[in-house]
């Protein structure tokens, strides 16, 4: 049922752009063609290589894709999930499919992952309060925030255009008094671009330009 995902972090020049999501279990596949959950990031050397790169000025870009983070696997596959995987995470399963449930943005300290939480609570009533033709591929938490060297942004994968999807938007462009553009505070709008991969890209790359980021290093691990 699964693939193997791609990693869970990539550097855009002094950028960490990391994709709490599914991409956070890692798979190899055998010879046979059958995947086999094997780790799940972070390790513990990895969360602290994260935050260190945070604490010495580095710009940290998070990208959350669910309010609840499952990755569907046959049953047969998470009988082969590592103990440490197992113990990190919710297993439900009705015998035939498995959900494994991850724990989002755990790997950050409690005040930092109190931040992203209310991003992602604002960022979900956005996309459920809004028509699905006028929301961007990448929602983007906006300033004031603490520290200014992270960020957090919500991935969506916009649905194929279909006709029905048309009378929200025409609800919305001609009723009097509405908002063309879907906006609450603390969330800004990016424009999409085909890949989200790319997308993730551009904007980690105009947040933090060549060059070490100034940062208020001895707040981060206190401040929301």
Not at 56 to 70: P, T
Not at 133 to 153: C, D, K, M, S, W
Request: glycine share 6%.
């Amino acid at each position: 049922m699964s693939a193997p995902s791609t990693s869970a972090s990539l550097k855009c020049g002094n950028t960490l752009v990391v994709f709490d999501g599914p991409r956070r279990l890692s798979w190899r596949t055998s010879v046979s063609g059958d995947y086999t959950p094997t780790a799940l990031w972070p390790s513990p050397a990895q969360a602290a290589e994260v935050l260190d790169h945070l604490h010495g000025g580095g710009c940290l870009l998070v990208l959350l894709e669910q309010e609840r983070i499952s990755v569907p696997m046959y049953a047969e596959e998470a009988d082969r999930l590592p103990p440490d995987v197992a113990d990190r995470a919710e297993l439900t399963s009705d015998g035939v499919v498995s959900e494994l449930h991850l724990p989002v943005m755990d790997w950050l300290p409690p005040a930092l992952r109190e931040r992203g939480l209310r991003f992602l609570e604002d960022s979900a009533g956005l996309l459920r309060g809004s028509p699905d033709l006028l929301l961007p591929h990448l929602i983007v938490e906006t300033p004031p925030y603490r520290p200014e060297n992270l960020r957090f942004a919500r991935l969506r994968t916009p649905r194929p255009f279909s006709e029905d999807r048309l009378a929200p938007v025409t609800d919305r462009l001609f009723t009097a008094g509405a908002p063309e553009t879907p906006l609450i505070p603390g969330v800004d709008d990016v424009a999409g671009v085909p890949d989200p991969a790319v997308t993730a890209d551009i904007a980690a790359a105009a947040m933090c330009p060549a060059g070490p980021a100034m940062a208020a290093a001895h707040t981060w691990e206190s401040t929301p």
